[in-house]
T-cell receptor, first 113, second 116 residues
């Protein structure tokens, strides 16, 4: 099993450009999450999908959109990138039951100039 | 809203010694889970240990153990016999128990360095 995979690993964008971060999991998990990690801020939840067909905002959703394409895939889109979106982005998946841990992808380092 | 606080941004420990990383949290729930995640320089988030709030017994995983004080809302991580590979950022996290909204709330993390 590959676990949680993310593409790309690194990306540089100019202000105003758009891009989609891809995430896929092969563990048959129902729930998927997108976080961003900034120095001194820990990980903050952007959006999550409790199950296929549903998405909800997290703590910092402004400037982002998501799509739960199917049970395996959950993408994060930046429509018009801003320097404030420079961050490391992590996708994670888990079962709904809170006893289950969240499994994380390797992260995407995004720089917006 | 639930909050998780890690008040020490950095700590250092001598190889083979013991170190304790602190974490406090705030919640009105009685049933929840707490986690410690490790993030080495590779960036990969790795689960170290988990604690169920309804269990009085502190969780242990090899050299890693927790001191869970439910009334004080404290959840510290003890690393015994520290190794160079333990050098990483450590995050404390709380999992919200409300079913479909079950998401993790993270602390800001602590950077642990291990001196040879």
């Amino acid at each position: 099993n590959a676990g949680v995979t993310q593409t790309p690993k690194f990306q540089v964008l100019k202000t105003g450009q758009s891009m989609t971060l891809q995430c896929a999991q092969d563990m048959n998990h129902n729930s998927m999450y997108w976080y961003r990690q900034d120095p001194g801020m820990g990980l903050r939840l952007i959006y999550y999908s409790a199950s296929e067909g549903t998405t909800d905002k997290g703590e910092v959703p402004n400037g982002y959109n998501v799509s739960r394409l199917n049970k395996r895939e959950f993408s994060l889109r930046l429509e018009s990138a801003a320097p404030s979106q420079t961050s490391v982005y992590f996708c994670a998946s888990s079962e709904l039951d809170i006893s289950y841990e969240q499994y994380f992808g390797p992260g995407t380092r995004l720089t917006v100039t | 809203a639930q909050t998780v606080t890690q008040s020490q941004p950095e700590m250092s420990v001598q190889e083979a010694e013991t170190v304790t990383l602190s974490c406090t949290y705030d919640t009105s729930e009685s049933d929840y889970y707490l986690f410690w995640y490790k993030q080495p320089p590779s960036r990969q988030m790795i689960l170290v240990i988990r604690q169920e709030a309804y269990k009085q017994q502190n969780a242990t995983e090899n050299r890693f153990s927790v001191n869970f004080q439910k009334a004080a809302k404290s959840f510290s991580l003890k690393i015994s016999d520290s190794q160079l590979g333990d050098a990483a950022m450590y995050f404390c996290a709380y999992r919200c128990p409300t079913g479909a909204n079950s998401k993790l709330t993270f602390g800001k993390g602590i950077t642990l360095s291990v001196r040879p």
